[in-house]
């Protein structure tokens, strides 16, 4: 037994990923990560980074980790917050005055939009929970987020980067009133925009000096530079069944700075170096001697914001939506999916854990009462309900291997 675990059942993890999604065509490769009680429990990786180039998966791959960026984006504005210089219940206006012009979605079209006062205004908060109103063009549930498609909000080509996006959100509708409801939004990338005019740093400079460096987070960036791009993981879709190139890791999208630092999904970077965000969000804001937030805001971060102590399942509007995580028994803080009903979610596990993924079925969780951080890697971009069950099984595997318990 090595720190609370039976080694034997923890020794399961890369045979079943191996068997139930690699071997099927599901992913390309895994990688899995588990810290627990000051080490590493657990590492084990199975299959490729790349399928046509027959490259094995190795322990310095670097992946698109996508939405798993936004828990780092909201860990930079809760910095700010500790300074002083901004503070959740801020109307957004005070550092976006074009936002005081939106309105609520009523009907009509691209250019014809029928719109209704908000009931309450934007707050910072509201951006953090994803309470704000905004949305994602892929939701492709509402005629807003079908302009957002048209215009590629938030895409990393956006000529004029983040202030373009700002103006381009000016010009539409909110899907619902702020406080609302909760839906998988833009929303980080608005919060990267704010960390951005707040500091006087370009976002991404923000990030590497006072997250990434401090951190020693050495292989996480916007882009992959040319002498790491061996280690760069190709990204899979499948479609119809068969695992297909999305993005070729040597021709890749990742290959020079974006035009747009996406503060929601624009990150690469290492296993390794994931952990030691998890490690730091721990530690209550402290890693090897670095400290980036106190004890009482990484608190703060982890405990569930939506209003009333909801879940998701109750905030989330008509027609459903769209999420990194299992809705059930879940609430939100700030950038962090939360735990509150364990036997809701149907899977074992601690309340106050909390945890996020990435599109290309990448995630982490971390359990504070069980002073455990899993991080999981992988390339492809496959069915939500499948990602879901990918992290569902990845939890049940990790938590049943547990011979001894905190909680």
């Known amino acids: 037994m090595t720190a609370g675990f039976s080694i034997a059942k923890l020794d399961r993890i890369a045979p079943f990923m191996a068997a139930h ?69 801020d109307p957004v206006t005070r550092f976006i005055p074009g936002f005081a012009d939106l309105g609520v979605y009523v009907d009509g079209g691209e250019g014809a939009f029928g719109t209704s006062q908000p009931s309450q205004p934007m707050r910072v908060m509201d951006l953090m929970r994803h309470t704000s109103g905004l949305t994602y063009g892929f939701m492709n549930r509402t005629p807003v987020d079908a302009v957002y498609r048209k215009l590629a909000i938030s895409d ?44 006087g740093q370009r976002f991404a400079d923000f990030v590497r000096s006072r997250i990434l460096t401090p951190l020693g987070m050495v292989d996480t960036d916007f882009f992959v530079p040319e002498d790491k791009r061996h280690r760069f993981a190709a990204c899979y879709a499948v479609r119809d069944g068969r695992m297909e190139l999305y993005d070729d890791s040597q021709k890749t999208m990742f290959g020079s700075p974006p035009r747009l630092e996406s503060g929601g999904g624009g990150l690469v970077g290492t296993a390794q170096d994931y952990l030691r965000f998890c490690r730091m969000l721990l530690g209550k804001g402290e890693l090897e001697g670095t400290r980036l937030l106190g004890p009482k805001t990484v608190a703060l971060m982890t405990m569930n914001h939506l209003p009333d102590g909801k879940f998701i399942t109750q905030m989330m509007p008509s027609g459903g939506a769209f999420s990194e995580t299992n809705y059930r028994g879940v609430g939100f803080g700030l950038g962090v999916s939360v735990t509150q009903d364990v036997a809701a979610t149907g899977i074992p596990g601690s309340v106050g854990e909390f945890a996020w993924g990435g599109m290309a079925s990448t995630a982490f969780f971390v359990d504070p009462k069980e002073d455990m951080a899993v991080v999981f890697m992988t390339q492809s971009l496959d069915t939500q309900d499948r990602r879901v069950r990918l992290r569902r099984d990845l939890r049940t595997l990790v938590y049943s291997a547990m011979t001894e318990s905190f909680a």
């Open 156 to 199: 990393p080509g956006t000529q004029g980067g983040l202030p373009a996006m700002i103006a381009a959100l000016e010009k539409l509708p909110l899907e619902f009133s702020p406080g609302a409801a909760w839906n998988y939004s833009v929303s980080t990338d608005v919060i990267g925009y704010l960390v951005e005019i707040i500091s």
């Open 21 to 89: 999604y690699v071997e099927p065509g599901f992913i390309p490769g895994a990688m899995t990560l588990v810290w627990r009680r000051g080490a590493v429990a657990h590492f084990s990786m199975t299959g490729s980074i790349d399928l046509a180039r027959g490259t094995a998966m190795r322990e310095d791959a670097i992946f698109r980790i996508y939405s798993m960026t936004k828990p780092i984006t909201s860990v930079a504005l809760l910095m700010l917050v500790e300074e002083g210089k901004v503070a959740l219940d």
